[in-house]
């Protein structure tokens, strides 16, 4: 492909990507399709793909500093260091699977995560109150969808997001305040291991991170105007596509 071609269709999935989760989520679904689709080895092009969602989660997190201020911080410090250990390990663990059976299961991976932003509106209605917040299962709990987070980031928020729901947790901007801080500290830490180890396409990746930072942006102001159910039957659409090509092609 057109080296020029290749740059103007990553800026374009990174940017869109960029909209997608500032208005619904599903970013993931643009930003690792075209890495792929553009020659870049599939696992580089997962690590590639983190890195360059990355800096929408410091936003989101910032955007919900007051909700993160009222909770104990003792039970922050310790939900960031399990997330931070969760989202190492999950990248570790990346790093260390032949890449011919990651790309054996990425369809799966896409199938589930479409499979799980479709029910994120139906979990958040029937997921919730079942029990206390200070559950006891929720740091296990919380240590395995980071692991997830680390290895392959779709879907993270709405695991997250079902996690505090049925936890106990009933405030809805205090569940969105710990799913994006958990999801930007094992974000930031597993694209760390990624640099760490070199698996990193810096050319793709820093372009990528510009356009989608300007996609998050202009997603904020569009989300205004724009009916969020179109937004997640786009999104939904785009999965299912990713995911009839990822197994179309072996």
Known sequence: ??????????????FAAGVLNAIAG???????????FTGVPPIV??????????????????????????????????????????????????L??????????????????????????WIARHAGGATTGDARWRHPALLAVAIYGGYFNGGLGILLMALYTVAGETRLNT??????????????LSVAAFVAAGAIAWKEGLLMM????????????WSRQLPVRWVRAGVIAIGLAMTAAFFARG
Request: positive net charge.
């Open 210 to 221: 510009v356009a989608a930072t300007a996609g998050g942006f202009a997603g904020a102001r």
């Open 1 to 14: 492909m057109d080296p020029l071609l290749t740059s103007a269709l990553l800026a374009v999935a990174a």
């Open 45 to 94: 092009a997962n690590a590639t793909s983190a890195l360059a969602v990355s800096p929408g989660y410091l936003g989101s997190t910032l955007g919900f500093r007051e909700e993160l201020r009222a909770l104990p911080a003792r039970r922050l410090k310790l939900e960031m260091l399990i997330s931070a250990a969760g989202g190492v390990a999950g990248a570790l663990l990346l």
């Open 26 to 36: 599903g970013g993931s679904f643009l930003t690792f399709p075209a890495l792929v």
């Open 175 to 188: 569940v969105n305040a710990l799913k994006n801080l958990n999801s930007l500290v094992l974000s930031w």
């Open 96 to 121: 260390v699977t032949p890449s011919h059976l990651f790309t054996g299961i990425v369809p799966w991976l896409l199938l589930f995560a479409t499979a799980l932003f479709a029910a994120g509106p």
